[in-house]
């Protein structure tokens, strides 16, 4: 790998109210960025942050702003980085992590066809590149997150791994041989199908289906429930956004996911719904770990539960890790989205 890992200081942090710069400031590694500050963008679907920060992983400000309308949102961004570098001087690079899917070759730069309404086609680099004249760099959310763990979190010290955010949508990045997960694109894993759980129940007449459905508990009628009926993807009917994603839990189950108690049958449906897809990325992609993030993975008691799900669905085809050490939540909690907004910010200045 290129870069070294540094320690992550959350002290470090500070609100949009709190302006001043850290007074503890480490020595970066790479003495010409020391000095430098970078803005940030992390526009996820619901929220975006933008921030300014360092190499050293300092959030000097940071401010939240929902995910209303690119006019509006692009705008109140630009509108935030020309206020602060009154504050912290001319901004060095931009780096922008954007749910998708988005343009990394052709088409760099914009929002590509996406299910969040308003969003498709939409050119988001423009803009600041318009207003700052400053290089810029541009990736996807996920791929943004999987950079912020790999320099300071859970990822340090690896060069294959992956990184899936559940919540409002599932998406997946990360890096194999030490670089982002690039190819055509990038990877759209919130897309890949999952199988029936019950596949030969429907087999069986509609009849049947349905009155066995009928005498079953909740769990295993939302497990062989046809797969169509519940998916909330306007694409695809079977795929891991569409199924196991926190809207497609409150189709499921009417009921929000943060609604739902810990004991509810709703946990073991969404483990073995992540275990089928842990098992398509661990037999693909190999990786040394994977960390899983996003509102849906806030619920803890998912994590025993996928563990176990996706060792029973691998059946001792594999050799792993220990699975605590294996599949492991975010270590940067809400923070990993601007911080690897600020590495892509960095590597564009770079490439300079």
């Known amino acids: 790998m290129s870069e070294d890992p540094k320690g992550f200081n959350p002290a470090a942090i500070k609100s949009e109210s709190m302006l001043s710069k850290s007074s503890h400031q480490k020595e970066a590694p790479i003495k ?33 702003i929902p995910t209303t309308n690119p006019a509006d949102v692009l705008s ?3 509108d935030f980085f020309e206020e602060q570098s009154v504050i912290f001087g001319d901004i060095s690079a931009i780096g922008i992590a954007s749910f998708g ?8 730069g914009q929002i590509l066809r996406t299910p969040k309404e308003g969003w ?26 999987a950079l912020g763990e790999w320099r300071w979190g859970a990822a340090q010290g690896l060069d294959t791994f992956v990184y899936f955010t559940i919540g409002t949508g599932i998406g997946g990045g990360g890096m194999i ?17 999952l199988p029936n759980l019950r596949p030969e129940r429907f087999s069986r007449t509609a009849r ?43 189709k499921r189950w009417g009921s929000k996911a943060e609604n739902l108690d810990v004991e509810h049958s709703a946990w073991e449906v969404e483990a073995s719904l992540i275990a089928r897809a842990m098992r ?32 029973a669905e691998l059946n001792n085809y ?32 770079k490439t300079l």
């Open 101 to 108: 899917p988005v343009g990394l070759r052709a088409k760099f």
């Open 318 to 349: 594999m050799e792993l890790p220990k699975m605590d050490e294996y599949i492991v939540p975010v270590a940067l909690d809400g923070n990993a989205g601007i911080l690897g907004a600020f590495i892509l910010a960095e590597r564009a200045l």
């Open 120 to 145: 498709s086609n939409t050119d988001i680099v423009s803009p600041f590149r318009e207003a700052f004249n400053v290089p810029i760099g541009f990736d996807t959310d996920v791929n943004g997150a």
């Open 208 to 250: 049947e289906t349905k009155s066995e459905l009928a005498k079953s508990s909740d769990k295993e009628n939302a497990l062989v429930k046809p797969f169509g009926s519940l998916s909330v993807c306007p694409f695809h009917d079977d795929c891991f956004e569409g199924l196991a994603s926190g809207p497609a839990i409150e």
């Open 177 to 193: 041989n030490g670089e982002l997960m690039h190819g055509l694109s990038h990877p759209e894993m919130g897309h890949i199908p």
């Open 76 to 78: 109140r961004c630009v």
């Open 32 to 64: 010409a960025f020391g000095s430098l500050v970078f803005g940030g963008i992390e526009l996820g679907g619901t929220k975006t942050i933008c921030g300014i920060g360092n190499h050293d992983g300092e959030i000097l400000v940071e401010k939240r």
């Open 280 to 311: 398509s990325v661990i037999c693909t992609i190999s990786p040394q770990r994977i960390i899983l993030g996003g509102g849906v993975m806030e619920q803890s008691q998912l994590f025993p539960l996928i563990r176990e799900k996706t060792l």
